[in-house]
């Protein structure tokens, strides 16, 4: 149990156009989403925190506009990077908490986004 | 300083070591401790979670919480090459409504 998916594995886009990166809990509900960069070797940098049904909060420094989360249901959070830059290549790694558990927070496999 | 310090390693072990991966972190309001593994190229991996202070084991990992020092450790025991991963500590508070913060993560190379 406690799986999330995220499509696509990886992409590569050019410069200027936009791309959208999928996150779903396959086997349960989750009131909340969050979506993390991490660059080689650094750490997880959490980028916003997304509940059902609500606008995402995002972390300091992280650009709303660019960077439009979108929760729409208790299984599927969207993370849409929009006019893309070289400077967005980087690993998205989305997860999600189990409803009404605080510390069961599971990840997605990751996205590998490449902006040429 | 930062709230949760982990050192990134690598940290090389034979087949076999027993390996200690730590923590420390200076909010006291933290309640929840998890380790997380996570392979090159893959999204972490829950390992396992702890509340307030204590032991919990589960197979060759055990994971200790020493609040008094605020002090964390990941135990795995007969280490196996497929263990080399980098580990990450999370820990939660409920004033940040439980967003765990992470530590950098170690990476650990077990060689056969």
């Known amino acids: 149990g406690a799986v999330v998916s995220q499509h696509p594995s990886w992409v590569i886009c050019k410069s200027g156009t936009s791309v959208k990166i999928e996150c779903r809990s396959l086997d349960f509900q989750a009131t909340t989403m969050f979506w993390y960069r991490q660059f080689p070797k650094q750490s997880l940098m959490l980028m916003a925190t997304s509940n059902e049904g609500s606008k995402a909060t995002y972390e300091q420094g992280v650009e709303k506009d660019k960077f439009l989360i979108n929760h729409a249901s208790l299984t599927l959070s969207t993370l849409t990077v929009t006019s893309a830059h070289p400077e967005d290549s980087s690993f998205y790694i989305c997860?999600?908490?189990?409803?009404?558990?605080?510390?069961?927070?599971?990840f997605g496999p990751g996205t590998r986004l490449t902006v040429t | 300083q930062k709230e949760v310090e982990q050192d990134p390693g690598p940290l090389s072990v034979p087949e076999g070591a027993i390996v200690s991966l730590n923590c420390t972190y200076s909010?006291?309001?933290?309640?929840?401790f998890m380790w997380y593994r996570q392979y090159s190229r893959k999204g972490p991996e829950l390992l396992m979670y702890t509340y307030s202070s204590g032991n919990k084991e589960d197979g060759r990992f055990t994971a200790q919480v020493d609040k008094s020092s605020k002090y964390i450790s990941l135990f795995i025991r007969d280490s196996q090459p497929s263990d080399s991963a980098t580990y990450l500590c999370a820990m939660s508070a409920p004033g940040g409504s439980y967003i765990p913060t992470f530590g950098r993560g170690t990476s650990l190379i077990v060689h056969p």
């Open positions: 909010n006291s309001a933290f309640q929840y």
């Open positions: 997860s999600a908490r189990v409803r009404g558990i605080a510390y069961e927070q599971y």
